[in-house]
């Protein structure tokens, strides 16, 4: 073996494990990077359908108490009970759920609750609206044609 081949072959096993640690350093540098960068979309993506999942639950909640309550309000209207209607649609009942205004009408268009308040929390005095023409959807006419219900 000469010499020239000799520092050939030196040369070329000097820069071929030069490039093997390169290209191994850069494969576990890369690897780390990508592992990250999949780590973090996956984080997102979990909170992302967390986040779905409980504001199904809360829709599925609010649905099965609305549910909970037409029952109870149905019960109401047929045999009113003043305790149950001041702890569940009462003034104080509607500062949670911002309503302004309760009325509960039978199927014979009798007004059986009639509740107001602003929102500062006192109540309102407007006894036209039970008399008016928002009472007037619930009068025996219109009720013969189909039932109504309303919020």
Not at 60 to 73: F, K, P, R
Not at 95 to 110: G, T
Not at 118 to 132: F, H, I, R, T, V
Request: aromatic content about 10%; some cysteine; hydrophobic content about 50%.
């Amino acid at each position: 073996m000469g010499i020239r081949f000799k520092l050939l072959l030196a040369f070329i096993l000097c820069f071929g494990l030069m490039a093997a640690l390169n290209l191994a350093q850069l494969g576990h540098n890369m690897s780390a990077s990508y592992d990250a960068i999949e780590r973090r979309e996956m984080i997102q993506n979990s909170n992302r359908m967390l986040q779905g999942i409980q504001a199904e639950l809360l829709a599925l909640s609010s649905q099965s108490a609305d549910w909970a309550a037409w029952n109870a309000t149905y019960e109401f209207a047929k045999k009113p009970d003043p305790v149950w209607a001041d702890e569940n649609i009462g003034v104080n009942a509607m500062a949670p759920v911002h309503f302004s205004m309760v009325l509960v009408v039978d199927a014979k268009a009798k007004l059986i609750l009639f509740e107001t308040r602003s929102a500062s929390g006192q109540s309102l005095n407007l006894p036209e609206l039970s008399s008016g023409p928002y009472f007037a959807l619930f009068s025996a006419e219109a009720n013969s044609r189909t039932p109504q219900c309303g919020l």
